[in-house]
């Protein structure tokens, strides 16, 4: 207890006197995220903010995980047919290995940021094209990804399928495909499929459940199923999220929160950023109640680099940490 207790005086002293210093500040008297789980800890990052040191010395002490926020995107990594720009996927993976972090590659087959020349493909040549992004894009990093979101988001609320480019052009097999490119291209990474909205029990995630035991039971290469729980304070907690990991686990797949953020409505006030924090805990919590949930990533650490208030207009502050890089209510909680 003694013991202990000089511990973390000792490291509230020592925050005091980086706060003093002018340097970022020390998340917490206990010690980085990382190393409070034997989960894996990441965040989303952009590749220009690895240059700003502060941002940088705070997600390479909390986080044992990056996600390319954009940057492996198809329509970023080629926009015109054959025309490459590895720039920003290069620089984050390059962070990683210098920094003994893991990579989440994030995505390569979406409805969403795919590249406009795509569109006047028609079905067989579209197949092709797709298979050979699959490889160029894992082929270009095999080794170095620890998982890949080899698909992401096809399903509608209803738990129908999505009508991409992709469903329309390819048909319901494309995701069968997808794996199947893709375990060749980079026999060394976890392949997952990712959605939103399917944290509770509910349509999108019957549909995502039926669909995963499904790919399993005809041997489509597939590890695990990636949630993204892009969560808000003023619709609660999601009802089932626990139950819904286990169902997934009991396939025999892993399971990844792969995005979570809680947004709100601003202005924020106290009593938002402790439901905030009930929110972050329930989530962290529900993933360790369940041994494969086995990565815990935030789409973002701080708020000064989020994708929520672009996107929600009216609401923000979705992250763990403020956006001077102190550690909020929701990171205390998981991180007492
Ligand atoms: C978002 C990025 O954060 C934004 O910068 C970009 O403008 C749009 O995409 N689901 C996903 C992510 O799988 O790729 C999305 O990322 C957020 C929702």
Redesign the pocket.
Known sequence: MMLRLSTRLLAIAAAAAAIAAGQAVPASAAGPLKDKTNRVVGS?VAAQNLNQADFRSVLTREFDNVTP??EM?WAVVEPNRNQFNWSGADAIVNYAQQNGKTVRG??LV?H??YPGWLNNLGGNELRSVVQQHINTEMGRYRGKIRAWDVV??IFEENGSRRQSIFQQRLGDNFVADAFRAARAADPSAKLYI?D?NTEGMNAKSNAMYNLVRSLKQQGVPIDGVGI?T?LATRYGYPSGFRQNIERLAALGLDVAIT?ADVRIQLPVDQNKLNQQATMYKQIWDDCHAVARCVEFTV?GFTDRHS?VP?TFPGEGAACLFDSNLRPKPAYNRINP
Request: charged share 20%.
């Open positions: 989303a926020e954009n995107k994030h995505t979406w969403s940021q992401n988001e990712n939103y993204q892009h995005e789409w994708w672009g």
